[in-house]
Structure formats: structure tokens, C-alpha cells
């Protein structure tokens, strides 16, 4: 067994046995940006994008459309960035959280994105490197959400340098760079990646969130990177592209690329795209070429944290050892006894809001659930239909294929369906009844925070994972597939109910050894790794309109 099943079987018993340093107290002061600070470094303007008609959250969570792929152009990945990790508004709204009291003031504002994040502090760092099929001259750049712009970091085209590190070749000659197929492999993750020139990688600066949450934010994090790609996924999905993310590739060669250390930032997906008009172009590898820029750190002190750097070298030790097709097989997710009380559930909702705006309106509830407005079948039905597209994460992650994450759900104020505790089956798209009676009063002893009442919520979904069967299977870098696809299902989820104008706020402050016990998860190894509320909120809550103020 590796470091990561240690590390796995601590953030389980975290709500029992603290996770070292217990005594930890962030420093809110000396607290670091959230961004990335390149000053000095050249700013491209992003430009605007419109949504076609048609790119609904609806289409952005099902399957794969028939006809030919679009493919991405700089108006398009700018209107992905901006919707997803683009700042788009300000919360002022008030709520329970503990952050109420300091956001009228500037410097301590909250924004909005249409990404989820731990804590909301967006760790993820993107960045762009381009190939000569690009609209700017080739290089690596960093998406500064502040000002959605592109902020230069190294000027040439080291695509060649991306594709080695993926493992994957470039072909001679092309046969259809517009579509599919056009490396001349088959339209696998690799063989999208062998037909590119443009990438996507998504890096995390650990101290962003170990400030607050110390050795518990590689846990954070790492769902942090599926909440992304989810966003990404959904949106493209929507209107006719696609999004196929790599995880397992030569990490500390991109870190070299990138100029970070895999200590302070690790490398934890790319995303090949297909550019408008791309030709791939065989480039060598740039061994000698990494951005030379780095980034300015506001902390005066920064600290690191055993755990977490334990996790980073765990991780990428074996990371571009790429798991054959299936390998996930043996760590599949147990499908839920049929022997149980089977509830049907109706048919899912059509979610017909535009991506765009059901991400922009996506917000957490933070206390506002009223469980005297209980939550509709059709909305339960139609959000945990969401999380089970969102648990298919696609690229190399082997989700595709094999589903390794169940569903549970708390349904506590529900019309039309009996309180109790539910698994869901995905296949049948029913709930078994695995124990009756209203959830409320277990699930407000087990919640840390006071942020929630969770008695008063319509339904509380559970995603679990078999960890350490995946750990077993694929190894330590399977973690971070196991989080990044529990990240992807919580982004589906909140943006169905952004859809559907339902309430809801993701958590993971809970404890996890009570969850597993009551949901009786000791026979099936697996885990409960984070809480997804839903329900009607109070009616006219008090907000401030800062877009027309």
C-alpha cells in the first residue's frame, strides 16, 4: 500500500482524530492571493463570445451529439474561461456563511464564478500554450481571471515538449485536422492529444488553499480540478465541442516547462483542444526552453504541510504510467441490492436554461433552505440524473467506461417520496430504500459547521467512491481521479439546480465514519466523501444588486 491509502483512511477519520496540526490557526492577514501575480509580464485582452442557441445545461449533460465537432477557436475558449473561472459577479447576497461580515468591503470581496471551489478560494491555475496554429504568436500563457486576459510567460512554440510529456506522438501527415480521427489514430484521449497544438493544463498552487485548510487541502483541491473540467465539459458539450482531460503524463517535465516546483504547484491535468484550421505540425522537444517569469507571492510566510507534500510525491511518482483501457474494472461501484424497497422516481426535468446563464446564476444556498416549500420528485430526479453524467469524466481517467462512483441520497422534505436514507440506481433510475425514516436529525449531528441546517434541505446526496480498491488498482495517482470525478459530479449537480432554480451548497464538513455507518458502506469499501444539499429556498431573501448600484 502506498502513502495515498494512509492519507485516504486519515481524511476518513478526520471528524474523530484531527489531522495534524491539530492546534493550526490561518494567518488572515498574511493570507496569499487568489491568483496568480506575473507582474511585469505582457496582457492580451480576451474577446467576447456569444452562446449560440440551443447550448442548454441540458445538452451540456448528455450524450454525445451525432455530427461533426467544433472546434475552438480564441472567441470560444474565451467565453469557456470566462464562464467557468472568469470573475462574473459579486456576492452580496446575505446568508449564513461565516464570511457575511466582510463582504461589503472591497478589499475582502467575494466574487462569483461559475465554478465551484473548496472554501472558494480557486486554487486551479491555467494556463495556455499554443502552437503556431493559434491566433497569437506561440508560447505559454496565464489566464489572469481578474482581467480575463492572456498574461505572456514564455514566447515559442513548446507544444512539441506537451505532447512528449503526454506520452503521445505527432503524425507526419495529416488526414482530417477539422475532425475526429484527424491524428490518423483512433479518436482516443491520446489520439486527440497526438492531433493537437493547443493545450490547456490546469496546475494547483497548494498554498492558495493550505493556508486555511493545512493538510487537509490536498483532499480540497483535487476536487477543485474536476469541478473545472466539469464546467469545461458541460459548457463545450453544449455547444457542439468537447473537453477530454489527461491526467497521467511526465508531470515534473511540464512543471519544468511551466517554471514551478511540483512541491509549491503540482501539474494535474491538460487538455488537448481542437483549434479551427489546426495542422499538427511535428515540433521538437523544447528540453531546454521553461518560463522564466515567476509568480510574487503575497504571504510573507509560507508554510508547508507533510501531508500535503507527501500526497504531491506520492502522485506523481508513477504519473505517466497510463492505465490500459478497463483497468479501473475491479474498483467499479457496487450496483445498489435490488432485493431493497425500490421508489420510482419520475422522469428527469428538461433543463433548458442556456449554460451561461444557469453557470452565472450558480450560487451555494449558505442556510437559505426552507423545508416548508419542499422540493419537487421531478427536481430530485432531475439532479440526481446529473450527477450520475457528471461521475463519467471522460479523457484517461477510465470514468467512461467504468463508473466508480455511487450515489446516496438523505431525503428528508421531498414531495411524493417517504423519508428515509435512498441509494440510487443509476441503471433503473430508482431509489432503494436502505432505511426509513426522516434523515434531519442525523444529518445535523453529523455536520460541522453552522453554516447549513440541514434538516431543513429537500435532500441530501452522497457520492462515494471505493478509494482504496482504485488506490489498489492504478495506484497513488488514482486519487486524484477518485477526487477530481467527485469534483465533476458536485459541479453537474450544482449546475442542473442552477437550471432548475433549486437551491443548493456542497460541503465537506461532515463526519465521514457516521455516513459510512449508516449508510452501512463497511461491506462495500466505499467511501463518503462529500455532501450535496438541495431544496427550495425562503422566498425574497435580502441581496444587493451590485451590477446596477
Not at 480576451?46 to 472567441?75: I, N, Q, Y
Not at 499538427?280 to 508554510?303: I, K, N, Q, Y
Request: aromatic share 8%; with cysteine.
Amino acid at each position: 500500500m502506498g502513502y495515498a491509502h494512509d492519507y485516504a483512511a486519515a481524511i476518513m477519520r478526520r471528524g474523530r482524530v484531527p489531522m495534524p496540526p491539530a492546534d493550526f490557526v490561518p494567518n488572515w492577514a498574511d493570507g496569499p492571493r487568489k491568483t496568480k501575480f506575473y507582474p511585469g509580464a505582457d496582457t492580451v485582452p480576451l474577446p467576447g463570445h456569444t452562446v449560440p442557441p440551443g447550448a442548454t445545461v441540458g445538452r451540456g449533460l448528455g450524450p454525445a451529439h451525432d455530427g461533426p465537432e467544433r472546434a475552438f477557436d480564441l472567441h470560444t475558449l474565451s467565453g469557456m474561461l470566462r464562464d467557468s473561472y472568469g470573475l462574473t459577479g459579486r456576492r452580496l447576497g446575505v446568508q449564513a456563511n461565516t464570511d457575511l461580515d466582510a463582504l461589503p468591503f472591497h478589499p475582502l470581496a467575494n466574487w462569483s464564478r461559475g465554478t465551484a471551489s473548496g472554501g472558494g478560494l480557486y486554487p486551479v491555475s491555467i494556463y495556455w500554450v499554443s502552437g503556431p496554429s493559434g491566433p497569437l504568436p506561440p508560447g505559454v500563457h496565464y489566464y489572469a481571471t481578474r482581467h480575463h486576459a492572456m498574461q505572456r510567460l514564455l514566447t515559442g512554440d513548446v507544444s512539441g515538449e506537451v505532447r512528449d510529456a503526454l506520452g503521445v506522438p505527432v503524425p507526419a501527415v495529416p488526414e482530417d485536422p477539422a475532425g475526429p480521427g484527424a491524428s490518423g489514430e483512433p479518436d482516443s484521449a491520446a489520439g486527440r492529444a497526438a492531433g493537437a497544438d493547443q493545450f490547456l493544463v490546469l496546475g494547483i498552487k497548494y498554498w492558495q488553499n493550505a493556508f486555511k485548510y493545512n493538510s487537509f487541502s490536498f483532499h480540497a483541491v483535487t476536487m477543485d480540478v474536476g469541478t473545472v473540467v466539469q464546467t469545461w465539459r458541460i459548457w463545450a458539450r453544449a455547444q457542439g465541442l468537447r473537453v477530454e482531460p489527461l491526467m497521467w503524463f511526465d508531470e515534473r517535465r511540464l512543471a519544468r516547462l511551466l517554471g514551478i516546483r511540483t512541491e509549491e504547484e503540482g501539474v494535474f491535468a491538460v487538455v488537448p483542444l481542437r483549434w479551427q484550421g489546426a495542422e499538427p505540425r511535428p515540433a521538437p522537444p523544447a528540453g531546454t526552453a521553461a518560463v522564466r517569469r515567476r509568480d510574487v507571492e503575497r504571504s510573507r510566510t509560507v508554510l508547508t504541510f507533510d501531508a500535503v507534500t507527501g500526497m504531491q510525491r506520492a502522485t506523481e511518482e508513477h504519473a505517466a504510467r497510463r492505465p490500459v483501457a478497463g483497468a479501473l474494472a475491479p474498483a467499479a461501484a457496487p450496483v445498489p441490492d435490488p432485493r431493497l424497497p425500490a421508489v420510482p422516481l419520475p422522469a428527469p426535468l428538461p433543463l433548458d436554461a442556456d449554460v451561461r446563464t444557469a453557470l452565472r446564476n450558480r450560487r451555494s444556498s449558505f442556510g437559505r433552505f426552507d423545508a416548508g416549500r419542499p422540493l419537487s420528485a421531478g427536481h430530485l430526479a432531475s439532479c440526481l440524473a446529473a450527477a450520475t453524467a457528471g461521475a463519467s469524466l471522460g479523457g484517461d481517467t477510465g470514468t467512461d467506461t467504468t463508473p466508480v462512483a455511487g450515489l446516496y441520497a438523505f431525503v428528508g422534505h421531498t414531495e411524493g417520496i417517504p423519508p428515509g436514507t435512498y441509494a440510487y440506481d443509476a441503471a433503473a433510475h430508482t431509489l432503494r430504500l436502505v432505511k426509513a425514516g426522516p434523515p434531519g436529525t442525523f444529518l445535523q449531528k453529523n455536520y460541522f459547521l453552522a453554516n447549513y441546517n440541514l434538516e431543513q434541505t429537500g435532500a441530501v446526496l452522497v457520492p462515494t467512491v471505493r478509494t482504496r480498491a482504485v488506490l489498489d488498482t492504478v495506484g497513488d495517482r488514482g486519487y486524484r481521479v477518485v477526487n477530481a470525478v467527485v469534483g465533476a459530479i458536485s459541479q453537474s449537480v450544482y449546475t442542473a439546480a442552477s437550471a432548475l432554480g433549486v437551491g443548493c451548497g456542497v460541503a465537506l464538513g461532515f463526519d465521514n465514519v457516521s455516513y459510512t455507518e449508516e449508510l452501512g458502506l463497511e461491506r462495500t469499501g466505499e467511501a463518503p466523501l462529500l455532501i450535496m444539499m438541495l431544496g427550495n429556498e425562503r422566498p425574497a431573501p435580502a441581496d444587493f444588486r451590485h451590477e446596477i448600484a
